[in-house]
């Protein structure tokens, strides 16, 4: 009798152990998919500087935008990965991009098209580094809430993980066609 309780505690605490090694795991998914967002603003924030410089030797009198993305790009660098400041940002940026618009020779520049293609693609990244977050913390949520692990995770202070949000500069056009012109 004494052999058969050994046994199912030796047997409880090797489910304990495997639990906890799984969502140690997950959360550390999250946690690498948090830091490739992080790594993704960067390089956006190490983009912008160049992009407003091209963009000054064109359209130099466009003083107010260009302050503008600087600012906000500043705001941004400093502010904490789920701020306000990033919203911000892209909606400088869409204003900088927009006034190529109104200047034809920055449009046809070179330097400018590559920088914002390397802007578009980073974005792309972005919007990928989001939705692999997204998956890690469905996984991590699901993790501690499936059975057995609903039992324990709580007692080992695994607490559910937020999913990335939309922003507000966001949340009105995800559901909008897009206006596409030629």
Do not use: C, W
């Not at 924030?45 to 130099?60: E, W």
């Not at 500043?74 to 911000?88: Q, R």
């Not at 890690?136 to 499936?146: D, K, L």
Request: hydrophobic fraction near 45%; charged fraction near 25%.
């Amino acid at each position: 009798m004494e052999f058969v309780a050994l046994g199912v505690a030796a047997l409880l605490v090797l489910l304990i152990i495997g639990i906890y090694n799984r969502l140690v795991a997950l959360r550390q998914s999250v946690k690498q998919g948090t830091a490739d967002i992080d790594a993704q603003l960067r390089q956006r924030h190490d983009l912008v500087p160049n992009l407003v410089n091209t963009v000054k030797g064109y359209a130099g009198h466009e003083r107010e935008t260009l302050e503008e993305v600087i600012s906000a790009r500043n705001n941004a660098a400093s502010g904490a990965l789920s701020s306000g400041d990033e919203a911000k940002l892209r909606v400088a940026l869409d204003r900088l991009l927009a006034l190529a618009e109104n200047y034809p020779d920055l449009k046809a520049s070179a330097n400018f098209r590559e920088l914002q293609s390397e802007l578009s693609s980073l974005e792309d990244k972005l919007a990928a580094a989001r939705r692999a977050l997204n998956a890690a913390v469905s996984r991590y949520n699901t993790g501690i809430e499936s059975f057995p692990a609903v039992l324990f995770a709580g007692m080992l202070g695994f607490k559910p993980a937020d999913f990335n949000q939309l922003d507000d500069s966001e949340k009105g056009v995800v559901d909008q066609v897009p206006n596409v012109q030629f």
